[in-house]
């Protein structure tokens, strides 16, 4: 009775050590994404996703071609 219990004792031991040494992969918390702002409409994207364009020499970043041709129209009225 007393090598069970020893035995009981040591596998708790073992899987307390395992857990401590092999964190479970469900525990890592995912890297945040980096956002960006479209200037035109407001919304935020993730980087990744977003279209990019530089206008007048300035890197913007899109939600959308559409966006994207509407702010450079915009602003191409804005400088003439």
Known sequence: MARLAL??????FVILVARLILPSPSSKEPS???MVQD???GVYIPKSEAIKKTVNGK???FSSEQ???EYIR???T???
Do not use: C, M
């Open 7 to 12: 035995f009981g004792i040591a596998v708790i």
């Open 59 to 61: 890197e913007y970043y």
């Open 67 to 69: 966006s994207a041709e």
């Open 74 to 76: 915009k602003n191409q």
């Open 32 to 34: 945040p994404t980096e």
């Open 39 to 41: 200037p035109n409409n």
């Open 78 to 80: 804005k400088s003439n």
